[in-house]
């Protein structure tokens, strides 16, 4: 049997939220999975139920062969016998304490020497040597991160739970450190659930992915793939797939359908659309959306090619947002380089063109 933490939780709140959740996640080899979805949406108190923070009547909670809840039998093994580590969002340090103090806080129940070596190499794994003697107030927001973190660890726990991990900081250190503490995340060896409703937070930190939606994981799977190929139009929208659209399926075969949304002909691969549905939503991120102004230099390779109008354009950070009518409502990501290089003005006549295997269809009923 493989092993895998094994997780139910439903539980109804007096303000009316319902959570009604069920994730299963593979223990070997450890993964990174991130708990994704909008404000509200009951990532927090997933967490909070795995931690033992959160209790219900009806939950069951498994960890490899060890039951943690089961309120069916009467069993519950309290937070400090489960050996998680718990990162909280404002990271929690104490104030009064250096940073080699709160690393030490978690080893109470060691010998003076055995948390005098363990602090000592986690000083060193995190890099945090010169800045033993430090309290949290003389830190950066990185620095405290990397504190929190050990401290975390310290007790050497079988899984990690993260909350919002970044938020604490500002937009341009929480943009640097995303690669380092994904970095630290791969080499723990240990499984780690991490929250989090900010898209590029989530590609750049996980290997698998639970959607959650008003209390319920609606869709689990690798990132790359629940971002590109979301089961329904309501997880399009929580991934953020610019545009989703309404189409009737015109031919399909074993390798492409053709569908016409709006007054644009669309072809995308059929890969395991199926062959009797008439009706779909056709789903197409913006960066998957190229753009050129001259035909002579169409790419053979892009199957779909619909002249439009430029509508809008808009700066966000390096990159430019345009909105574009191509017989349908359509958005298209391009770096600041190419809109130079494009010259491109509202008005501007384009044409868009999108590679069959990046349209994603979702079957829906007539």
Not at 7 to 12: A, D, L, Q
Not at 188 to 216: C, F, K, N, Q, W
Not at 276 to 296: G, H, P, T
């Amino acid at each position: 049997m493989v092993a895998a933490l094994n997780f139910h939780f439903r539980k109804t709140f007096p303000n009316g939220a319902l959570i009604d959740a069920d994730l299963q996640i593979r223990l070997d080899p450890p993964t990174v999975t991130v708990l994704f979805g909008p404000s509200g949406a009951g990532k927090t108190t997933i967490l909070r139920a795995l931690a033992g923070l959160e209790r219900s009547a009806n939950s069951v909670i498994r960890f490899g062969r060890e039951t943690w809840v089961d309120q069916n039998n009467g069993m519950f093994i309290p937070p400090q016998r489960r050996r998680i580590g718990f990162l909280f969002q404002d990271y929690a340090l104490f104030s009064h304490l250096t940073v080699e103090g709160n690393i030490r806080y978690g080893l109470r129940g060691l010998s003076a020497n055995e948390q005098l070596l363990r602090t000592s190499e986690l000083l060193e794994r995190f890099q945090l040597q010169d800045l033993a003697t430090r309290h949290p107030h003389q830190l950066s927001g990185g620095q405290k991160q990397r504190v929190a973190l050990a401290r975390t660890l310290a007790p050497q726990p079988r899984l990690l739970l993260l909350d919002e991990p970044l938020s604490a900081l500002d937009g341009p250190t929480r943009e640097a450190l995303r690669g380092e503490l994904r970095n630290l995340l791969s080499s723990l060896s240990i499984p780690v659930l991490l929250v989090t409703h900010d898209r590029m937070e989530a590609l750049a930190l996980g290997d698998e992915i639970a959607i959650v939606s008003e209390g319920r994981i609606v869709q689990h799977g690798p990132i790359e793939e629940v971002f590109r190929r979301p089961l329904t139009p309501a997880i399009a929208k929580i991934v953020a797939v610019e545009t989703v659209q309404r189409a009737r399926v015109l031919q399909a075969d074993e390798e492409l359908v053709t569908l016409v949304a709006g007054e644009a002909r669309l072809i995308a691969a059929a890969r395991d659309f199926p062959s009797d549905v008439k009706e779909a939503f056709v789903c197409i991120r913006a960066e998957d959306v190229l753009l050129l102004k001259s035909l002579e230099t169409v790419s053979a390779s892009a199957r779909n090619r619909l002249p439009g109008i430029v509508k809008s354009l808009m700066h966000e950070g390096p990159m430019w947002r345009i909105e574009l009518d191509c017989g349908i409502p359509l958005t298209a990501l391009l770096t600041r380089q190419a809109c130079e290089e494009l010259a491109l003005q509202e008005n501007d006549r384009v044409l868009a063109m999108i590679k069959a295997m990046n349209v994603h269809l979702i079957p829906r009923s007539s």
